[in-house]
């Protein structure tokens, strides 16, 4: 087990700002709904319909695999462990793309350019949450830095790349 340092009252007022950010993104995108900036032909409307399909499962299983580790916020819990297996094999965050493809799927069938630029600011967000999140895995687990050189981020077979010193 690497060096756990423990949470500064800082650290969990910036996690929960990470949460309600992206649930305010998240309900956003929902709440906005649909418009008509554009309609997307039925190739591309059927290929979200897919990607907002995988993205359910990705989350799903991404939910179920952090098992007695799975938190709200993004920092280990104390009685947590570093998984590696099922779909942690394929990506370090499996939530997080879940979320990005269901997103992603959604604003492309939605037509309103709203919904797009929200669904990006989501993506780029999830993006610095899991920055932020990965400086504390660092500090709690022996392996992470190993399992984060060969596991890409968001997207499987992806380079991986870990940007922490």
Same mark, same amino acid.
């Given at each position: 087990?690497g060096?756990?340092?423990?949470?500064?009252?800082?650290?969990?007022v910036?996690?929960?700002?990470f949460?309600v950010?992206?649930f305010?993104?998240?309900a956003?995108?929902v709440?906005?709904g649909?418009?008509?900036?554009w309609a997307?032909p039925?190739?591309?409307?059927?290929?979200?319909?897919? #990607?907002?399909?995988a *993205?359910?499962?990705?989350? =799903?299983?991404?939910l179920?695999?952090? +098992?007695?580790s799975?938190?709200? $916020?993004?920092?280990?819990?104390?009685?947590?462990e #570093?998984?590696t297996? *099922?779909p942690?094999?394929f =990506?370090?965050?499996?939530i997080?793309s +879940?979320?990005?493809?269901?997103? $992603?799927?959604?604003?492309?069938?939605s037509?309103?350019?709203?919904v797009a630029?929200?669904a990006?600011?989501?993506?780029?967000w999830?993006a610095?949450?899991?920055r932020?999140?990965?400086?504390?895995?660092l500090?709690?687990?022996?392996?992470y830095?190993?399992y984060?050189?060969?596991t890409?981020?968001f997207?499987p077979f992806?380079?991986?790349?870990?940007?922490?010193r």
């Amino acid at each position: 087990m690497g060096i756990l340092s423990a949470e500064t009252p800082r650290d969990t007022v910036v996690g929960w700002l990470f949460v309600v950010v992206q649930f305010a993104l998240l309900a956003a995108i929902v709440l906005e709904g649909g418009g008509q900036d554009w309609a997307a032909p039925p190739w591309l409307a059927t290929s979200a319909w897919w #990607l907002q399909g995988a *993205g359910v499962i990705v989350l =799903v299983t991404g939910l179920l695999g952090l +098992g007695r580790s799975l938190t709200a $916020l993004p920092s280990p819990v104390p009685h947590g462990e #570093l998984r590696t297996g *099922g779909p942690y094999r394929f =990506v370090r965050h499996p939530i997080y793309s +879940g979320i990005m493809a269901l997103t $992603l799927g959604f604003a492309v069938r939605s037509g309103n350019a709203v919904v797009a630029a929200t669904a990006v600011a989501l993506v780029v967000w999830l993006a610095i949450k899991s920055r932020w999140e990965e400086v504390r895995l660092l500090a709690r687990y022996e392996g992470y830095r190993a399992y984060a050189a060969r596991t890409p981020r968001f997207v499987p077979f992806w380079p991986a790349r870990l940007h922490h010193r």
